[in-house]
């Protein structure tokens, strides 16, 4: 009968929050109305995307293009999903601090009375990949979450003590996520206790708990990286990837087969085929990107909170764990190198040696 094929009791991210809401440290309820908000970015994200073709949002030609603060070209879309994610974040009443790649500066909210200690500071992506968008390529969101410090509390009309609570190392993350608008939408999300995938039922306009507790494989002969950018690499990188390519080689000696490449280009659909099918995945710095080009709080962070919640890890060009890290400022950038276990241990064994 159909109630045997039916699954009668799916697990929404709503009653995944309400559920394990206890686990939450001091959270009392307010990690929950700020997820609710995050959901409801997600999915009027992934709709306006969907719809984009259809109503102009895409292949538009600006007539005063403009340049975000770590130099990127801002798309429509990237501008339009900045506003439903700061509209989302400013309405839910628990977050104080809003950073996004597509504002300059940090954003200050007012916090529903009284509940200022216990609010929140998050930091997004609006759009990951958005170059990607005018060809139908899976883009995403990225989001960190850190809690407010209690000692700002005080001094909350000073922008450059809140500034403090996203200038922290990654270990202060308290939740990280990214949704991913691909033929599916997918929300991996973690709170420190493993990660959780779920999937948008479009029907039914909620996120499903379809990947409980995923684990990134240990191992995969896949890597992930911008090969054309080689010409302006510190000579070790080309160097790491000649070993990974060459079947005979001593990082090959499992398998002896070579790595095969997947570069999509979006970060955040590169990362999501990690998680599943594991491998690498690098940005790493460059000539013109001395810093590498990936943005601390809102990509390089929340991917490698959620890459070691799952198993794997993620490290920098120097092989200084990513969580380890301190921005100096809001829109920072770092070098990557996250995934498999072993497939990092890899580059941390190469650099090691040289
Ligand atoms: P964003 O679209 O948010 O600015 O991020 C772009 C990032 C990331 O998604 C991706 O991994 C990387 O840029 C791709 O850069 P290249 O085109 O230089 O390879
Ligand atoms: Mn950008
Ligand atoms: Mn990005
Ligand atoms: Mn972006």
Redesign the pocket.
């Known amino acids: 009968s159909s109630s045997e094929s039916i699954d009668t009791d799916i697990i929404t991210l709503s009653r995944f929050i309400i559920e394990n809401q206890r686990n939450f440290q001091n959270a009392k309820g307010n990690l929950t109305l700020l997820l609710n908000a995050l959901q409801f970015a997600f999915k009027f994200i992934s709709q306006t995307i969907r719809k984009a073709e259809l109503v102009n949002l895409i292949n538009v030609q600006n007539h005063s293009i403009s340049i975000n603060s770590t130099g990127?070209v801002q798309k429509k879309l990237?501008i339009l999903s900045d506003e439903i994610f700061l509209n989302a974040m400013k309405s839910c009443g628990v977050v104080k601090i809003l950073v996004s790649?597509e504002q300059e500066d940090l954003i200050i909210f007012n916090t529903v009375e009284g509940e200022d200690e216990t609010s929140y500071a998050v930091c997004c992506?609006p759009?990951?990949?958005?170059?990607n968008l005018d060809a139908g390529v899976a883009?995403g969101t990225i989001v960190s979450i850190f809690k407010i410090l209690p000692e700002t509390k005080a001094k909350y009309a000073d922008p450059n003590e809140l500034t403090k609570n996203v200038l922290r190392t990654g270990h202060d993350m308290v939740a990280a996520c990214y949704a991913m608008y691909g033929a599916s939408t997918h929300l991996f999300i973690t709170f420190g206790d493993g990660v959780d995938g779920f999937t948008l039922d479009n029907n039914l306009g909620e996120f499903i708990l379809t990947q409980p507790n995923l684990k990134i494989p240990e191992q995969r002969s896949i890597y992930s990286i911008?090969e054309?950018?080689g010409y302006n690499w510190d000579e070790s990188i080309l160097e790491f990837l000649k070993f990974l390519k060459d079947p005979k080689s001593e990082m090959n000696k499992s398998t002896k087969s070579p790595y095969t490449a997947r570069?999509i280009?979006?970060?955040?659909a590169?990362v999501h085929r990690t998680f599943l099918y594991g491998g690498i995945f690098s940005?790493p710095c460059d000539k013109k990107n001395p810093n590498g080009?990936?943005r601390l709080l809102y990509?390089a962070f929340p991917m490698a909170f959620l890459m070691e919640q799952a198993g794997g890890k993620a490290v920098n060009d120097f092989g200084e764990r990513i969580l380890d890290l301190k921005p100096t400022h809001i829109h920072d950038k770092s070098s990557i190198w996250l995934g498999s276990t072993d497939d990092i241990d890899k580059y941390l064994k190469f650099i090691h040696d040289k």
């Open positions: 990127d990237d790649e992506d759009i990951d990949g958005s170059s883009v911008n054309g950018n570069y280009g979006s970060m955040v590169d940005y080009k990936l990509e």
